[in-house]
Nanobody, 124 residues
Framework: QVQLVESGGGLVQAGGSLRLSCAASGRTFSSFVMAWYRQAPGKEREFVTA????????YYADPVKSRFTISRDNAKNTVYLEMNKLKPEDTAVYYC?????????????????WGQGTQVTVSS
């Protein structure tokens, strides 16, 4: 089992920045691909970004490319999401996820473990 706990969400004005953290405990953190998903009100959960076991490979959804940066610190069992130039459409609950990276793509599903989510609200 892996337990994931997100933090760092909040209210920010458009154009601002936030840094989310996801602390993992349980099984070996460094063996998992880590990802961030988000779910806006009335919408389905969508993929945001993922990072490989080593941290050398990352993948971003088009809406966040060049604005968001994912990173991980395996010594601290933590993955981060640096979000810059935030837009109102980035408003969502952000979820951290962990998976084996053995789907059709290394960054795709399945993700076996999920955090409880952290709210990000961007005001215009």
């Amino acid at each position: 089992q892996v337990q994931l706990v997100e933090s760092g969400g909040g209210l920010v004005q458009a154009g601002g920045s936030l840094r989310l953290s996801c602390a993992a405990s349980g099984r070996t953190f460094s063996s998992f691909v880590m990802a961030w998903y988000r779910q806006a009100p009335g919408k389905e959960r969508e993929f945001v970004t993922a990072i490989s076991w080593t941290g050398l490979n990352t993948y971003y959804a088009d809406p966040v490319k060049s604005r968001f940066t994912i990173s991980r610190d395996n010594a601290k069992n933590t993955v981060y999401l640096e979000m810059n130039k935030l837009k109102p459409e980035d408003t969502a609950v952000y979820y951290c996820a962990a998976g084996p990276g053995d789907g059709s793509t290394w960054y795709g599903p399945p993700y076996d473990y999920w955090g409880q989510g952290t709210q990000v609200t961007v005001s215009s």
